[in-house]
T-cell receptor, first 114, second 116 residues
């Protein structure tokens, strides 16, 4: 356990469902991130939150909606997804003013859209 | 924009031998940070080793060491005395300096198989 916890670990959802992914960190970090990891593709940065404020949205479709209620929690709300959205979704956190420490990752949520 | 390239999609090595994974990057910055992450089948991305660009000395962490060539923009990872538990995907990552934003840019990864 690295200090970043993601739930659920696995999720199967239909294209008309609404679900949420949760990420929680107890490291005192002030930045949190969502990444998408698909087979045979590089990790794709989706969203960045610094001090609870969204600072990056890398042209992510609106069917993905992030929420950061405080610096310890990050959600990814999903609705009307497509089969190509099936992937491993990784959450990470970092201390923004200490770049040498890199990111701490969670174990990811394996999402399957049917 | 920074790019990170890992030219070896897959590699294999015999247990107890040494293997080197390649990584090159492109940046116009002078101060930045480089990382190697390991992702075993458990999916957890684990930080293996890190390097600050302004430090000339190559970083080492037990059996893991890097060969950082700043002029060539190269950051290779050497694993000595390979163990079966080293089997994983390895990702090279780049982060700019404090004023460049805090995003990590990852390479495409190298799948390493350690054979008994």
């Amino acid at each position: 356990e690295t200090g970043v916890t993601q739930t659920p670990r696995h999720l199967v959802m239909g294209m008309t469902n609404k679900k949420s992914l949760k990420c929680e960190q107890h490291l005192g970090h002030n930045a949190m991130y969502w990444y998408k990891q698909s087979a045979k593709k590089p990790l794709e940065l989706m969203f960045v939150y610094n001090f609870k404020e969204q600072t990056e949205n890398n042209s992510v479709p609106s069917r993905f909606s992030p929420e950061c209620p405080n610096s310890s929690h990050l959600f990814l709300h999903l609705h009307t997804l497509q089969p190509e959205d099936s992937a491993l979704y990784l959450c990470a956190s970092s201390q923004e003013d200490r770049p040498i420490y890199g990111y701490t990752f969670g174990s990811g949520t394996r999402l399957t859209v049917v | 924009a920074q790019t990170v390239t890992q030219s070896q999609p897959e590699m294999s090595v015999q247990e107890a031998e040494t293997v080197t994974l390649s990584c090159t990057y492109d940046t116009s910055e002078n101060n930045y940070y480089l990382f190697w992450y390991k992702q075993p089948p458990s999916r957890q991305m684990i930080l293996v080793i890190r390097q600050e660009a302004y430090k000339q000395q190559n970083a080492t962490e037990n059996r893991f060491s890097v060969n950082f060539q700043k002029a060539a923009k190269s950051f290779s990872l050497k694993i000595s005395d390979s163990q079966l538990g080293d089997t994983a995907m390895y990702f090279c990552a780049f982060r700019g300096g404090l004023n460049a934003g805090n995003m990590l840019t990852f390479g495409g990864g190298t799948r390493l198989m350690v054979k008994p």
